[in-house]
T-cell receptor, first 110, second 111 residues
Framework: SQQGEEDPQALSIQEGENATMNCSYKTSINNLQWYRQNSGRGLVHLIL?????REKHSGRLRVTLDTSKKSSSLLITASRAADTASYFC??????????FGKGTHLIIQP | EAQVTQNPRYLITVTGKKLTVTCSQNMNHEYMSWYRQDPGLGLRQIYY???????DKGDVPEGYKVSRKEKRNFPLILESPSPNQTSLYFCASSLGWGSLHFGNGTRLTVT
């Protein structure tokens, strides 16, 4: 079943500000991943964090994972107009394959 | 070039007319999956396959069939499409429990 749930559903910030999105999930996981989707297009993988990791960085992205709270956050620093997109968390866990949340729609205002 | 290829990109059909959406990957990935995306509902998994001849139901399998006779191909079959299957469909694949590679999507309209 759909595991992850992102929060907020929508976020609008000014260019240059930081954007933070959260994800909560229900059962134990092998890893958690974040994806970006530009309108109507295929999803693009951003970052993967394993269940035994607490924090991971990739360029302007920072992901944290708290398995005790079953939650993760994605921070995008120094946002740009090109970061406008929907962001999804996805979890690998058990025998359900990789399941996604409903996403956070991020709008970066110039 | 490593890719997941879905066809067709757009499809308009009528209720009850059987259709197949093809998906092929050239990365020797074991895992393949089909998702549908509807406004406000995110991506919901239809079927997935951990390897050849192994398929499992996802969250919304009703009205769909799949097969995995070869590692590279994972077609999605709608035996009798209905208007509630109008959606944007994505195929994806991965190696083990890694990141997914997505196709470009198939926008299906059933009238």
């Amino acid at each position: 079943s759909q595991q992850g749930e992102e929060d907020p559903q929508a976020l609008s910030i000014q260019e240059g500000e930081n954007a933070t999105m959260n994800c909560s999930y229900k059962t134990s996981i092998n890893n958690l991943q974040w994806y970006r989707q530009n309108s109507g297009r295929g999803l693009v993988h951003l970052i993967l964090i394993r269940s035994n990791e607490r924090e991971k960085h990739s360029g302007r992205l920072r992901v944290t994972l708290d398995t005790s709270k079953k939650s993760s956050s994605l921070l995008i620093t120094a946002s740009r107009a090109a970061d406008t997109a929907s962001y999804f968390c996805a979890t690998w866990g058990g025998a359900d394959g990789l399941t996604f949340g409903k996403g956070t729609h991020l709008i970066i205002q110039p | 070039e490593a890719q997941v290829t879905q066809n067709p990109r757009y499809l308009i059909t009528v209720t009850g007319k059987k259709l197949t959406v093809t998906c092929s990957q050239n990365m020797n990935h074991e895992y393949m999956s089909w998702y549908r995306q509807d406004p406000g509902l995110g991506l919901r998994q239809i079927y997935y396959s951990m390897n050849v001849e192994v398929t499992d139901k996802g969250d919304v399998p009703e009205g769909y069939k799949v097969s995995r006779k070869e590692k590279r191909n994972f077609p999605l079959i709608l035996e009798s499409p209905s208007p509630n299957q109008t959606s944007l469909y994505f195929c994806a694949s991965s190696l083990g429990w890694g990141s997914l590679h997505f196709g470009n999507g198939t926008r299906l309209t059933v009238t």
